[in-house]
């Protein structure tokens, strides 16, 4: 019984090392594409299963683009462009101009009180902020509150949200399927006539946000780890800013970031679902083709230098043990981005994976444990990250040595075959479930257009990882996961100490 | 076949004739939309086995792909209060415990080279079984499925590590304010004993048993307790056959399916100003509301759009208000959660920081209050109305959507058609409707109010609005081991040891005169991953007070208790613990054999002695002291042959776990004109947890009283 069920299992092993991109040809034959002749591109995939469809723009700019100073003006943008146009969001534009002008000169006077520090005229600037209060106040009465999201609601919109990452920012929502010009309509007036009113107010909902981050344990450690990671590249940044950064943000610097990376060579659009992909064309040469093209911002300078030693924060809250791990490693082009997927997939998927194995399940160090390539993006070189849940009673010492002995163990032993056809049979079957939802789908095909320069990466990532040898593993484990490309981030609770 | 829709060809060729920039109109109202495809939706076949198990089967050939899920009555409502967490133990280990043919470690390597999942789960109300496989897979899926379903194995090593799981989430509960304050609003309500919002605490997680887990399964593991449905690329005639030949031969237990259990009465009631104290966070959580009502109220239409208005979405008042206009909130909303079969509940929140607490405080209950005195606008209920009827294709986006609702619908004894009727009553919603039920539900003298930050640093103080009432949401350590209660003989007996003991370590005048004392020591602890060593240097002044030196791997921290504050130092800077560790550093002062020995005649202390027992090989005599009122216990093994304490046993928490501590003493030596153990080795629930080596004792060093302050 036993033995039989054994080969069994090897046998549907290797049956699914056949399984490459070939089979995902009848969904990459429904993928229309095209360019604007201003630089935008298009990705179309017809899904009729149901009358509605996913939208999604991505726009290629994310927290990575912000220098000192500006950090969380990606992420403040992203709220921006759901305040509106000239047509959306204002019950009287020709008066609601001047008046959002007055509230910048307004700012900029009280900002200039304000700089003088201790010098400052404290009446002054009492009267100065009273005067800026003032002018908001007036231009808030031209306001018609969140009308782009009221549009997109009243026509029965689903999804609608936006993301901000350190590589990119997304916006999308879903619609009916006939009410498909309606998405050109609203879409490309956002990025063709923005408004930038009621910014000083989002920014406000925005320092709301980082202190949401702020009062969550694992934020906190999240932002201590990566600022220790990275001492160069902005992804040692966090997406959501500095506090003393995003007291200072001016709606100038916001339009000065739209006008710099919201070109349309920039910006990938997704659709997927319900619709004709010749009539999608035909909306986008008449909606985006109206967004002037620019010139392409130049890539980033600064490449983080490899690490020469061991880097450790401790943050000590009134929270339990948690740890994390991180190593450098390259960017998703790199030749050896399957393999590091591969590493993810043999430490983390599923319950014989080895991480939930070895520290969950039989040395009961942690109770949670993930181990995965690309955080916190894929851009750029990123981390290889460990994140565990100390089990109560153990310490976050015995749960990084038990990462450290899972680490060796793939250095020193070569995966067994069984193993590593579950990583490609996994591997498969995961693509497959991903292929059942619109706005997934938009996603997924937005992001390898994006990164990778060909949304069809998303089914040739399979040949890849079909690849991938044992040797493959061992070797890059061997490169990436050294002591002096290490980065530890540890939460210890404050709590009594028995006497002894 | 899909209909392609004529007219949208038709407009594309009048608009290709056209001079493109012209078309665009000025304005999105001015669109014109060809009418929607047909929403095609799939017809789920449903039969009912022999043995009363209900399935629903839908074709979907898109993918090669097969995904079953299984709606089980069960749910930890229904769980004995004193078991709290058994249900979720039970839908746990069904899975990483496997069966007797599918052990649980098999399973888990089979299913991860399938790239397939069988995952078990057992929530408030309903217990969970799902099935993912390749298609090629669905006979090996479904006869797992069937078989840990049917016969779980529950191995005790799977039920202890998921009562590691459950002590963890005990443990990690207090760590983010959102999750808080949602569940103490639950609690507020619901009552904290009540199925709807009672929690697993240390003691009932303890307490839980395999016979326990094998009673909760034979109680509702029957077939007629579950409804089946699945979903993907077979065909439903061959599925059927899979599906009678591994769950037909299942008996039926005959058992009757479980009504829902009463919510108390009083939960309508519960109108007040709650606070918790959380001091280390830059924001507050203020949550609103009170008990809602059912799916099926008639009511319950009418309310969801007033929901939707209120708080609801992107453009409802509360966003516009609180968080576009005022920017004091990032989060702030409401739901009218209205359950299936039991009063769900009604929650307006936001979260702001800490000086706008009370503004934000009152600018939800005011938009509440301008909802229930005015009504809502014509505009407003359009938005809220079409939101939902215009998007009524993206219920049937997903063929999993489609047939796990009807699923949902049968469990709780819903209409097969209740999403048709659900949006014919929709559409019949007026503004009467909305301003009748915004009247009357919507009192805001009515609403359990929870304002969760800190103490201080608002204006005005909570204090203000009206009489506060403090949560505690400090987590119980487990109960003491009960003793029989003491005879005037074992009293006596256990006094009487104490006194020898008293003896043996240097008498009452030398013990009387310490003070205070400082003992420096190495602690090596033991564990899988090797021994780590910490360098200790403890100092415990009788009057209450306690210092802890600690050298560690990430630098030196010291902790401090003055009697009032836990503190601890650490290269971070100063910190205060939070207030419910005060109660581990008092256990730990009982404890401390001079100051246990110098106070047993302090009231509220009983002394008995517990007999012979066994220590290592070794017999000794076994003496208690308990403070009852304080939750306080420690058991001192004394040697018989020299008094002197062989060991003692107590509960504590370390490293953020409590257990069964026993410390066991060699290597006596002087200091200071008392005996001291040079020598402790320590144990956690049955397993050495580490050696302290003491390698200096210094008796009353004269520690000034603010060495144990919180330094400034």
């Known amino acids: 019984m036993r033995t039989l069920w054994r080969s069994w299992i090897l046998a549907a092993g290797l049956a699914a090392a056949c399984g490459g991109q070939e089979e995902f040809r009848e969904i990459q034959g429904r993928v229309t594409e095209f360019t604007l002749n201003n630089g935008m591109k298009f990705i179309v995939l017809e899904r009729h299963k149901a009358p509605v469809a996913s939208f999604l723009t991505y726009a290629d700019v994310g927290s990575a683009q912000e220098t000192k100073g500006i950090t969380g003006l990606a992420h403040l943008f992203e709220h921006m462009a759901f305040k509106g146009t000239d047509k959306i969001g204002t019950k009287d534009y020709a008066k609601e101009r001047p008046a959002l002008e007055k509230v910048e000169q307004a700012y900029a006077a009280w900002q200039q009180e304000k700089r003088k520090g201790g010098k400052a005229d404290p009446e002054k600037l009492k009267k100065l902020e009273a005067a800026f209060k003032q002018a908001q106040e007036e231009a808030g009465k031209y306001v018609a509150a969140n009308e782009f999201g009221e549009i997109i609601e009243r026509a029965g919109g689903r999804q609608l949200n936006a993301t901000t990452g350190s590589d990119r920012t997304n916006y999308f929502f879903s619609l009916p399927s006939n009410e498909l010009e309606l998405w050109f309509w609203l879409e490309s007036e956002r990025f063709l006539h923005p408004v930038f009113r009621e910014f000083y107010k989002e920014r406000d909902v925005v320092m709301e946000e980082r202190r949401l981050m702020e009062s969550q344990p694992v934020g906190r450690l999240l932002e201590e780890f990566l600022a220790a990671a990275y001492k160069a590249h902005p992804y040692g940044e966090p997406v959501v800013g500095h506090m003393s950064d995003l007291e200072n943000l001016t709606r100038a610097d916001a339009e000065a970031f739209f006008r710099k990376y919201y070109i349309p060579s920039n910006l990938i659009a997704a659709v997927v679902g319900d619709v004709n992909p010749q009539r999608v064309r035909e909306l986008a040469e008449r909606y985006f083709g109206r967004i002037p093209s620019g010139p392409k911002p130049e890539p980033l300078r600064t490449l983080e230098p490899p690490q020469q030693a061991e880097r450790r924060v401790t943050l000590w809250l009134q929270a339990q043990r948690t740890v994390m791990v991180g190593y450098h490693k390259p960017d998703i082009n790199h030749p050896d981005d399957a393999v590091y997927s591969a590493i993810g997939s043999l430490l983390s998927e599923g319950r014989s994976s080895r991480l939930y194995r070895g520290l969950v399940r039989d040395r009961k160090v942690a109770t949670q444990v993930v181990g995965a390539p690309g955080f916190p993006g894929q851009k750029y070189p990123g981390l290889f990250i460990f994140f565990a849940f100390t089990a109560p009673g153990r310490t976050n010492q015995e749960v990084e040595k038990a990462i450290e002995e899972e680490i060796e163990r793939l250095v020193k032993e070569p995966v067994g075959n069984e193993e590593l056809e579950g990583v490609k049979r996994r591997a498969r079957a995961g693509l497959l479930r991903q292929l059942d939802d619109n706005m997934s789908l938009a996603m997924e095909l937005s992001s390898m257009q994006a990164l990778t320069g060909d949304w069809r990466n998303l089914f040739r990532e399979l040949d890849k990882i079909n690849a991938v040898t044992p040797a493959d593993i061992q070797r890059v484990a061997k490169q990436t996961f050294t002591r002096a490309n290490k980065t530890v981030g540890l939460i210890e609770p404050l709590e009594a100490a028995q006497a002894r | 076949m899909r209909r392609r829709t004529l007219l949208g060809f038709a407009v594309l060729g009048v608009l290709l004739a056209a001079p493109a920039a012209s078309q665009i109109p000025k304005t999105y109202k001015e669109l014109k939309y060809p009418p929607l495809n047909r929403i095609e939706v799939p017809e789920p076949v449903r039969f009912q086995l022999s043995n009363g198990l209900v399935v629903y089967l839908v074709e979907d050939h898109e993918l090669p792909l097969i995904r079953a899920s299984a709606l089980i009555r069960t749910g930890s409502r229904w769980e004995p209060a004193a078991k709290a967490g058994l249900a979720s133990i039970v839908g746990t280990v069904m899975r990483t415990g496997g069966s007797e043919r599918f052990p649980g470690d098999q399973l888990d390597e089979e299913l991860d080279r399938l790239g397939a999942s069988v995952e078990t789960s057992i929530g408030e109300d309903s217990g969970r079984a799902q099935v ?69 605490e240390y003691d009932t997680i303890n307490s839980i048993t395999r016979q326990d887990l094998a009673a909760f399964h034979r109680e509702f593991f029957q ?28 008996p039926p237990g005959g058992r009757p399916k479980p009504p829902a259990p009463a919510v108390d009465p009083a939960a309508r009631n519960r109108a007040g100003l709650y606070q918790i104290v959380k001091d280390d966070i830059p924001n507050a959580w203020v949550v609103m509301g009170f008990l809602a009502g059912q799916r099926n109220d008639p009511d319950f239409y009418a309310l969801e759009v007033m929901n939707s208005i209120l708080g609801g979405g992107f453009s409802s008042r509360l966003f516009n208000k609180v968080r576009s206009e005022q920017g004091l909130a990032y989060t702030v909303g409401s739901t009218w959660n209205a359950g299936w079969d039991y009063p769900g509940l009604f929650l307006a929140l936001g979260s702001t920081k800490t000086e706008s607490t009370v503004q934000i405080l009152e600018a939800i209950r005011r938009e509440i209050a301008g909802l229930a005195q005015g009504g809502a606008g014509e505009e407003e209920l359009a938005r809220a109305k079409d939101g939902i009827l215009k998007g009524f294709a993206f219920e ?59 103490e201080k640093g608002f204006e005005p103080p909570l204090s203000a609005l009206g009489k506060v009432t403090r949560l505690d949401i400090t987590i119980p350590p487990p109960k003491q081991e009960a003793l029989a209660a003491a005879t005037p003989e074992a009293a006596a007996r256990g006094k009487e040891l104490l006194a020898r003991v008293r003896e043996a370590l240097g008498g009452t005048a030398r013990l009387s005169a310490v003070r ?83 106070g047993l005649d302090s009231p509220g202390l009983t002394v008995q002695a517990l007999g012979p027992a066994e220590l290592e090989g070794r017999k000794v005599e076994a003496v208690a002291v308990r403070d009852e009122a304080r939750n306080l216990q420690v058991k001192l093994y004394v040697d018989p042959a020299t008094y002197l304490p062989a060991g003692k046993t107590y509960t504590a928490a370390l490293m953020g776990a409590p257990g069964e501590i026993l410390e066991i003493y060699s290597d006596w030596k002087e200091a200071g004109g008392v005996k001291w153990p040079y020598k402790t080795v320590l144990n956690r629930d049955g397993k050495k947890l580490g050696e302290n080596t003491v390698s200096e004792i210094k008796v009353n060093p004269g520690l000034e009283e603010s060495a144990y302050r919180k330094p400034q």
């Open chain 2, 223 to 250: 077939p007629e307790n579950v409804i089946l449905a699945a979903w993907g690329d077979f065909s439903a005639a061959e599925m059927r056959a899979k599906i009678e030949k591994v769950f037909g031969s299942w």
């Open chain 2, 396 to 454: 049937f986006d997903s063929t999993g959507k489609i047939v796990q609702r009807l699923v949902s619908y049968e469990y709780y004894g819903y209409p097969r058609d209740y999403l048709q009727r659900y949006r014919d009553n929709i559409e019949k919603v007026t503004r009467e409707d909305v301003a009748r039920v915004a009247r009357q539900y919507l009192k805001t003298d009515q609403l359990a109010i929870l304002v969760l930050g800190k």
């Open chain 2, 132 to 200: 993912s496989v390749l298609k090629q897979d669905i006979d090996r899926g479904l006869e797992i499925l069937a078989d840990i379903l049917r016969h779980p194995a529950f191995p005790q090593d799977k039920i202890e590590l998921a009562k590691i799981q459950q002590r963890d989430r005990i443990a990690r509960r207090n760590d983010n304010p959102n999750a808080i304050a949602f569940r103490e609003f639950r609690r507020i309500i619901y009552g904290p004993d009540s199925p709807y919002a009672r929690q697993p």
């Open chain 2, 516 to 598: 205070e004392y400082t003992v420096a020591s190495t602690l090596n602890l033991s564990t899988p991953q090797g021994e780590f060593a910490l360098k200790m240097e403890s100092t415990v002044n009788l009057a209450g007070r306690m210092l802890n030196k600690m050298t560690t791997p990430m630098g030196e921290m010291v902790q401090g208790y003055d009697g009032q504050t836990v503190w601890m130092r650490t290269p971070q800077g100063v910190r205060e613990a939070p207030a419910s560790q005060r109660a581990e550093a008092e256990g730990s002062l009982f404890r401390e054999t001079l100051r246990l020995l110098a």
